[in-house]
């Protein structure tokens, strides 16, 4: 039988933060992929609180990074740490970018290199699922498998809009 670790919790806010962020995610993704949810409003629900959600995800990285790093004393002044952690430095620093324009006076200044500049959570979203595999390989905790799932399904269903919105698929009617 497989048993799982308990998660620290560190390992809590990272999955916090990955869950209230595939929430960020979905309204899109969904409206694209399911074409009937526009019918329902859900992804319309959800938009409205899309920026609040990837706030508090942005705040629970924070908390997951300043957990960890304390925990395994992380020395940046060793070249070789950033190798290590490259995948949660660049998936933090593309969710420190959106926090800091996820707002009004961002989007009225920036115009459309803010949605151009938006579109670098799908990025992230790569990156976080390499970031949880690479990390949690050889020692999973019981958020292991659910944070898995999450990220994965996620980046498959954008993997699946990409490729409708490609036009290489008529749309479904």
């Known amino acids: 039988m497989l ?35 526009k019918t329902t409003g859900i992804p319309k629900k959800m938009l409205l609180q899309r920026r609040l959600l990837g706030l508090i995800a942005f705040l629970l990285s924070i908390i997951h990074g300043y957990l960890l790093i304390n925990k395994r004393a992380v020395d ?8 290590i952690y490259c995948q949660g430095i660049f998936t933090f620093l593309i969710f420190l970018l959106l926090a800091i324009t996820s707002n009004d006076w961002s989007v009225k200044r ?4 803010w949605k151009n500049l938006h579109k670098l ?35 498959l269903l954008y993997l699946i809009r990409v490729i409708r919105e490609s036009h290489l698929f008529p749309k479904q009617k």
């Open 110 to 113: 920036l115009k459309k290199n």
């Open 3 to 37: 048993w799982l670790d308990f998660p620290p919790r560190a390992n809590w806010a990272g999955f916090g933060a990955a869950l209230l962020y595939v929430a960020t995610l979905l309204p899109t993704i969904l409206r694209v992929v399911f074409p009937s949810t």
């Open 121 to 155: 959570t799908y990025l992230a979203m790569f990156l976080l699922l390499w970031h949880i595999i690479d990390k949690m390989w050889g020692h999973w905790t019981w958020l292991t498998p659910p944070s898995l799932v999450l990220t994965g399904t996620i980046t």
């Open 76 to 83: 940046f002044s060793d070249l070789q740490t950033y190798w």
